[in-house]
């Protein structure tokens, strides 16, 4: 008779246990995609001053000026410039932390924009495709009438999604394009974190570089970690495979989504250099 009790019991508890899973898991989903966005953006801010301070004691200034502040900007004045890159840097930390790309490309002779997001340094603005895909084809516009052909976009992973759809809007000539441990579609990658849920479809952000590089003539250089523990490499993969102009892919074996940049060498900088200006 105690058995039965107790089965009985059991049997009666199921549907309110399985509808307290239900709404528990509802619950995470709704707040997946309410607070997507910060999960995404994790931006380092500064006070102006001190926004200032740091540019000039890594040898940049402030660009357009101190006051209208886009990005970072890099120039050898003792060398013929061949040509203007534009940066579109990672989800985390702020322009300020990318001065590896500095050292290696000034270099090899080209000018150098560290690009800011909006909300990020000490800049105002959302943290959403929209807001960050029509600033950046903003800064492309404007360095394009400031100084001219070529320019040349790089982007790192967000940023390689933010890159590929400031192109798409800006509607400027862009001689080539460089992304970093890039996606295919945002969607994809979430998924691929998200594996337990139906994270595609909760995205609000698609960040399609595919359909964003459609209309690029120039050469695409995709360098790509070969251990990649953030972006699937079929995301990667099925990105340059799906770009049908001048391509080319650097994959560095061993390195991780964050640690890509121990495994550029000057010789890697330096084909890659060649490689756009040829």
């Known amino acids: 008779m105690g058995t039965k009790s107790r089965a009985g019991g059991f049997l009666k508890s199921c549907p309110l246990f399985l509808l307290r899973v239900v709404i528990a898991y509802s619950l995470f989903l709704v707040a997946l995609y309410v607070f997507q966005r910060h999960l995404l953006?994790?931006?380092?801010?500064?006070?102006?001053?001190?926004?200032?301070?740091n540019a000039q004691a890594e040898g940049g200034s402030l660009w357009p000026s101190d006051t209208a502040y886009r990005g970072i900007l890099f120039a050898n004045p003792n060398q013929d410039s061949r040509g203007t890159i534009l940066l579109f840097h990672g989800n985390a930390g702020s322009a300020l932390d990318r001065g590896y790309y500095v050292r290696h490309l000034l270099p090899l002779g080209f000018r150098i924009i560290l690009l800011e997001y909006p909300g990020y340094g000490n800049r105002a603005g959302d943290l959403d495709e929209d807001s960050l895909t029509a600033d950046g084809a903003s800064s492309l516009r404007l360095a394009s009438e400031q100084f001219g052909p070529p320019i040349y976009v790089v982007g790192e992973s967000l940023g390689g999604g933010v890159a590929a759809a400031s192109y798409a809007r800006a509607s400027i000539p862009v001689a080539g394009i460089v992304l970093i441990t890039p996606w295919d579609n945002l969607a994809n990658v979430a998924q691929s974190i998200y594996w337990f849920l139906p994270a595609r479809y909760l995205t609000k952000d698609s960040y399609d570089s595919v359909a964003n590089l459609k209309g690029f003539a120039g050469p695409l250089a995709i360098i790509q970690a070969g251990n990649d523990d953030l972006v699937p490499g079929s995301s990667t993969q099925n990105l340059f495979e799906s770009f049908a102009g001048?391509?080319?892919l650097w994959r560095m074996e061993g390195a991780t989504h964050n640690t890509w940049d121990q495994f550029a060498d000057r010789r890697l900088w330096t084909q890659l250099g060649t490689y756009l200006t040829e």
Request: cysteine-free; aromatic content about 6%; overall charge positive.
């Open 41 to 53: 953006h994790h931006p380092d801010t500064y006070d102006h001053a001190v926004l200032i301070r």
């Open 246 to 248: 001048k391509k080319r």
